[in-house]
């Protein structure tokens, strides 16, 4: 029996496993909008803008594991859904975007909504197709599940003509695919994994810097016996965090330019550092040619151009981490003994030091303005027990959602790490939610960044996704405040949002539940009302709009150079600051 | 130094773009890139001459391998190789000058492909230095258009392997 191209696409969708599609239509989908309207395997989700379909395809895969799904309709809805797949690209996110585009017949003839779907999104796609024949659309989708999920994981764009998905033709579905220019390398190299671990036996000060690549991979049982076992200890990435159990006492938290005091001790001063899953960003290695001076390294990644590109590595693995953690705990179950213990009891006093000179600090007062580190420390501790996913936008926010969440499982975190999306938050909490309508998902977010996908609460109302977002409110785009503060002379360009809506009638006009903190005494309770809202929430928090994120390293600076408190000048242009409230915060800045 | 890469791709629509994107996007240099299908149709052997240090050239190496449409990439500086360009060359001769561009046509091996009157269009192959000199040569003539291929190459086969397989050749 003949298909049509959109039969089609719903009947591969449901082969590859795919329960929830973001989508958002327009002229040239109708047909594939059409045929799912009268099907109810897979679950439309009908987003506000194409940007939301294409970050929730994003959260439903970092919360899931497997491939995001959107479709979105030509020129407009592909533009918008641009940022998506950058964002995906950068942070290796099995996302798979179907576009509309204009009938073959009139590509290249600037018709209506055309664009260039395959040129727009070559550099931040891991591939792309355009489907020029009907023949060929069950072939291509199940290539795009393919590449998408396999390797580095990364987004998949499939560009599908108007009379394609109207066109019939039989439907087969391949069983495998095979591909001559595409064969990721799983197994490392076993001499390669021999070598290393030796390095890790004589290694006096080791250190494991660990990235997204174990969430992927799903490594996180062989990371945790492999850093039982040796006792090293294990600095996560931003991506990497939830890896490895964030209260276990091998943790040293996150490291990088906000990272915590100890990471980036330990990595500065290691004499080997054990990199697995993660790409030497330059949040982490702050300068390059000063960074781990004293190190030996080890690079364990998927990504064959991962491995020096930035960074020079003595011993390169390229393989799956989880494969590879396999066999390297293999040897080493065989050889590890009480000497290494021994070898290494300096390294945890000097580790432990560490620790204790600069521990993450902040400043509550009872009565004083409310600190975002506080709202994010006491969310934490009000929802441990429920295991949350949680999603962040980009900005101070994030940091501190990193430093103090301290999360105990992978693929509980969504944020956005290479492209630093703001906006991302929202619309990716949504996409988990989705996938795990039961579970319970937070969004830690700023007043800034939250504007960027608001739109979204809309979705969140209709589709019945309860996400909680919690709005640390300073005011500012807060993170950029901050690097005016330390290195423009505090002038505050751009960075003052000026006027901010008032987002708990925001949340009402939406339908969904609006709350404010008013004082720091009643943080918990507001927290715990929302947390029992089976609904969408909305908690603005007005939080002291002058704190800054510390530990920090300057960018290009060096990752022993922290700056760890505001410096005195500006301790003393905000001596005032204990009084100051969001409302006056201009007579503040003009003081 | 330049560095010749040769890469093996599919030969489909919108490869070229990846290769040359990747190229561009990185920063690399593109001093050349010459492309044409191979005996087999459904791939394409692409010769690409760029620059850089050990690391930029490792980082092109497996970029161009990570792209899902190369099927080979073999840096051609890691081993012996022979390759050749080709110009055409169209030179403006007047009475005197056309026995001289002759001559010079002549000291290079190279052809006079077409003629008019007033011009000689000439046909040159060999390696860069070769293509410089003659270009050197003729610019006093006047040289109205130039067009260069870009440098194509191949590995050489291992003198030892090639004889081993005459000797195996000859017994059977």
Request: net charge neutral; charged share 20%; aromatic share 6%.
């Amino acid at each position: 029996m003949k298909l049509t191209g959109a039969e089609i696409f719903i009947e591969c969708l449901k082969r590859e496993g795919v329960k929830t599609l973001f989508a958002l239509p327009g002229g040239v989908v109708l047909k594939i909008f059409d045929m799912l309207h009268q099907q109810k395997d897979v679950e439309v989700i009908l987003t506000r803008h194409e940007q939301g379909a294409g970050h929730m395809a994003e959260g439903y895969a970092k919360a899931t594991g497997k491939a995001g799904v959107c479709l979105v309709t030509s020129g407009p809805g592909m533009t918008n859904v641009i940022t998506a797949l950058a964002d995906a690209y950068m942070d290796s996110v099995p996302v798979v975007c179907f576009s509309g585009q204009v009938p073959t017949s009139l590509i290249g003839n600037d018709a209506f909504q055309e664009a260039d779907n395959i040129g727009l999104s070559r550099p931040c796609t891991k591939y792309n197709f355009l489907v020029k024949d009907v023949n060929d659309l069950a072939a291509t989708i199940k290539e795009a599940f393919y590449i998408a999920t396999t390797g580095r994981p990364g987004p998949v764009l499939v560009d599908i003509p108007k009379d394609v998905s109207m066109a019939k033709a039989d439907f087969t579905y391949p069983n495998s695919v095979s591909i001559r220019g595409y064969n990721p390398t799983v197994e490392g190299n076993k001499w390669q994994i021999k070598q290393a671990a030796e390095a890790i036996m004589k290694a006096k000060k080791p250190i494991l810097y660990v990235g997204g690549g174990v969430v992927f991979s799903g490594a996180s049982q062989e990371l945790l016996e492999l850093a039982e076992m040796t006792q090293i200890p294990v600095d996560m990435t931003l991506m990497g965090l939830g890896a490895f159990p964030g209260e276990h006492p091998l943790s040293m938290g996150m490291l990088g330019m906000h990272g915590t005091y100890q990471a980036n001790m330990a990595m500065h001063y290691s004499d080997l550092v054990i990199a697995i899953g993660a790409r030497f960003d330059d949040r982490v290695t702050g300068k390059p040619s000063e960074f781990c001076p004293h190190a030996k390294v080890i690079h364990v990644d998927i990504d064959p151009t991962s491995i020096r590109k930035n960074i020079h590595v003595d011993i390169p693995i390229v393989g799956d981490c989880k494969s590879v953690l396999r066999e390297l705990n293999q040897i080493l179950r065989a050889t590890v003994n009480g000497e290494q213990k021994d070898l290494r009891k300096p390294w945890w006093d000097q580790i432990r030091d560490w620790q204790q000179a600069h521990p993450l600090a902040y400043h509550q007062e009872k009565e004083g303005p409310i600190k975002p580190q506080q709202v994010v420390k006491r969310l934490y501790e009000l929802t441990k027990d429920r295991d949350p996913i949680v999603a962040t936008d980009v900005g101070q926010h994030q940091m501190w959602a990193a430093q103090y969440f301290k999360l105990a499982k992978p693929n509980r975190w969504l944020t956005s790490g290479g492209l630093g999306t703001m906006g991302f938050g929202f619309p990716a909490a949504m996409g988990a939610q989705a996938a795990f309508r039961d579970r319970l998902v937070l969004c830690i977010a700023g007043d800034g960044s939250i504007q960027m996908n608001m739109q979204e609460m809309a979705t969140a109302v209709l589709s019945k996704l309860p996400v909680k977002i919690i709005i640390l409110n300073n005011g500012f785009h807060g993170m950029v405040r901050q690097w005016q503060d330390l290195f423009y002379e505090g002038r505050y360009a751009s960075s003052n949002l000026g006027t901010t809506p008032d987002f708990v009638k925001l949340a009402e006009a939406y339908g969904a539940v609006g709350l404010r903190v008013k004082k720091v005494g009643d943080l918990d309770a507001v927290l715990k009302e929302a947390l029992a809202t089976d609904k969408p929430v909305i908690v603005d928090v007005p939080t002291y709009p002058y704190e800054n994120c510390y530990p920090m390293i300057p960018a290009g600076g060096c990752n022993h150079e922290m700056i760890l408190e505001d410096p005195p000048e500006l301790k003393m242009k905000q001596s005032g600051g204990a009084k100051v409230t969001p409302e006056d915060k201009d007579t503040v800045l003009t003081a | 130094m330049d560095h010749i890469i040769s890469v093996t791709v599919e030969n489909k629509f919108g490869v070229l773009s990846r290769v040359a994107g990747l190229f561009s996007g990185r920063g690399f240099n593109i001093e050349s890139l010459s492309v044409a299908p191979t005996l087999d149709p459904s791939m394409s052997q692409m010769t690409i001459v760029t620059s850089g240090d050990e690391r930029i050239i490792e980082q092109i190496v497996k970029q161009l391998n990570k792209l899902i449409d190369v099927i080979k990439v073999v840096d051609l500086n890691e081993t012996e190789f022979v390759s050749r360009e080709t110009a055409i060359i169209k030179v403006h001769t007047k009475d005197v000058d056309r026995a001289e561009a002759l001559r010079i046509v002549d000291i290079f091996r190279a052809n006079v492909i077409d003629s008019t009157p007033t011009t000689y269009t000439i046909e040159v192959s060999g390696d860069p230095k070769k293509i410089e000199a003659i270009i050197n040569l003729l610019q006093p003539l006047g040289i109205k258009e130039l067009v260069r291929t870009g440098r194509v190459a191949v590995a050489r086969e291992p003198v030892r392997q090639a004889a081993v397989q005459a000797k195996k050749n000859a017994r059977e």
